[in-house]
């Protein structure tokens, strides 16, 4: 239920997280970022967005239930 700007306007002073941050700031405009959630981004994989691929490069784990209540998991190692 986080939202774009929820993460941008965090003060984590981590280079992790500042990778995020970087890759959400261009990805639509500040009234969107401020609807757009990340979980929703994660599985909707919009292709406008940069997530995905950040996501990736940060090694990040996705841990999820779906739909029909059955627990996910992506990693990179799974994913490519």
Same mark, same amino acid.
């Given at each position: ?5 929820? &993460? ?53 784990? &996705? ?10 998991? &992506? ?6």
């Amino acid at each position: 239920m986080t939202t774009f700007s929820e &993460i941008i306007r965090k003060k984590i002073e981590s280079d992790t997280f500042k990778m995020l941050q970087a890759a959400l700031k261009p990805a639509a405009s500040t009234p969107l970022r401020n609807r757009i959630s990340l979980g929703g981004s994660i599985i909707d994989s919009p292709i406008w967005s940069d997530l995905w691929s950040t996501l990736l490069c940060l090694n990040a784990k &996705i841990n999820y239930i779906d739909l029909e209540n059955n627990k996910q998991s &992506i990693d990179a190692e799974n994913f490519i």
